[in-house]
T-cell receptor, first 111, second 118 residues
Framework: LAKTTQPISMDSYEGQEVNITCSHN???????ITWYQQFPSQGPRFIIQ???TKVTNEVASLFIPADRKSSTLSLPRVSLSDTAVYYC????????????FGAGTRLFVKA | GAVVSQHPSRVICKSGTSVKIECRSL??????MFWYRQFPKQSLMLMAT?????????EQGVEKDKFLINHASLTLSTLTVTSAHPEDSSFYIC??????????????FGPGTRLTVL
């Protein structure tokens, strides 16, 4: 049973900021939140990981509220090449977890 | 970043034959690797957890005698699909956890193997 819930799909236009929210109501104290991107016929690619507040790297930002029951992946100024499926996963920070993928969010970026 | 490779990238075989897929962590050691299967337009489904030096742990509904997993070293896990049938045709993806990495709880995924059984 997946521990996360995301919108099934989203549409955007090039140059816009895209925010994808993930619900994880049963997140445990040790769980980190990790987002992956997957293109067709490729393995998922790590985007960003966080535990609380805000994390930013060269490709995205991750916002996590104080209760950690949700998180939002923010993609600034998307391009056509950002069209992909985005997965939000939560896992036990001790490493003793097994990852169950939810349905993910299909982002379609239009010109 | 951590790199995971898979070989072959695609394979076509006849029904009844066995196919071996290799998963390697190229620049880190992985005590634990994971095997997933993904059908078109669907999410990844965890098949089994591969533990170095011990037996794999299979998810419910996955036949351990059909999907043989061997994790003989800290950088290599293999998945053998035995007596493959057309319904086994799928995209198989492995991942490895970098225990020495800076990021906690991060899995790095291989590029996947497309299996087609005729």
């Amino acid at each position: 049973l997946a521990k996360t819930t995301q919108p099934i799909s989203m549409d955007s236009y090039e140059g816009q900021e895209v925010n994808i929210t993930c619900s994880h109501n049963n997140i445990a104290t040790n769980d980190y939140i990790t987002w992956y991107q997957q293109f067709p016929s490729q393995g998922p690619r790590f985007i960003i990981q966080g535990y609380k507040t805000k994390v930013t790297n060269e490709v995205a930002s991750l916002f996590i509220p104080a209760d950690r029951k949700s998180s939002t992946l923010s993609l600034p100024r998307v391009s056509l090449s950002d069209t992909a499926v985005y997965y939000c996963l939560v896992g036990d920070g001790t490493g003793g977890f097994k990852t169950i993928f939810g349905a993910g969010t299909r982002l379609f970026v239009k010109a | 970043g951590a790199v995971v490779s898979q070989h072959p990238s695609r394979v076509i075989c006849k029904s009844g034959t066995s196919v071996k897929i290799e998963c390697r962590s190229l620049d880190f050691q992985a005590t634990t690797m994971f095997w997933y299967r993904q059908f078109p337009k669907q999410s990844l489904m965890l098949m089994a957890t591969s533990n170095e030096g011990s037996k794999a742990t299979y998810e419910q509904g996955v036949e351990k005698d059909k999907f043989l997993i061997n994790h003989a070293s800290l950088t290599l896990s293999t998945l053998t699909v035995t007596s493959a049938h057309p319904e086994d045709s799928s995209f198989y993806i492995c991942s490895a956890r970098d225990q020495g990495g800076l990021r906690t709880d991060t899995q790095y995924f291989g590029p996947g193997t497309r299996l087609t059984v005729l």
